[in-house]
């Protein structure tokens, strides 16, 4: 079983950035594919980004990409996630997830279903 745990959220002025630290325990997930989602109030959660287990590859939702940045620090058993040109829109709850398979598709990993374990979010706030 594998526990996550989002940290790193707040309150940030539109323009301003944020790393969100998800950190792992019970189990490595040095071989996991992991992900980034959000959900914001009356929206259903969506995807924003994900990374292979090893950093070979990434994929990021329209919306986000060249603003946020994924990363990983297996020795750590931690993924960030690095939020830059915040914008009011962003706000959300983020949630991390872990993909316990060892197989990773840029597409597949948009989606939900693909993932085994999840953190409790973190809330992030955007003021305009």
């Known amino acids: 079983q594998v526990h996550l745990v989002e940290s790193g959220g707040g309150l940030v002025q539109a323009g301003g950035s944020l790393r969100l630290s998800c950190a792992a325990s019970?189990?490595?997930?040095?071989?996991?594919?992991m992900g980034w989602f959000r959900q914001a109030p009356g929206k259903e959660r969506m995807f924003v980004a994900s990374?292979?287990?090893?950093?070979?590859?990434?994929e990021y939702a329209d919306s986000v990409k060249g603003r946020f940045t994924i990363s990983r620090d297996n020795a750590k058993n931690t993924v960030y996630l690095q939020m830059n040109s915040l914008k009011p829109e962003d706000t959300a709850v983020y949630y991390c997830?872990?993909?316990?398979?060892?197989?990773?598709?840029?597409?597949?990993?948009?989606?939900?279903?693909?993932?085994?374990?999840w953190g409790q979010g973190t809330q992030v706030t955007v003021s305009s």
């Open positions: 019970g189990r490595t997930i040095s071989r996991y594919a």
């Open positions: 990374m292979r287990w090893n950093g070979g590859s990434t």
């Open positions: 997830a872990a993909d316990a398979s060892d197989w990773y598709a840029k597409s597949e990993s948009r989606r939900q279903t693909v993932y085994d374990y």
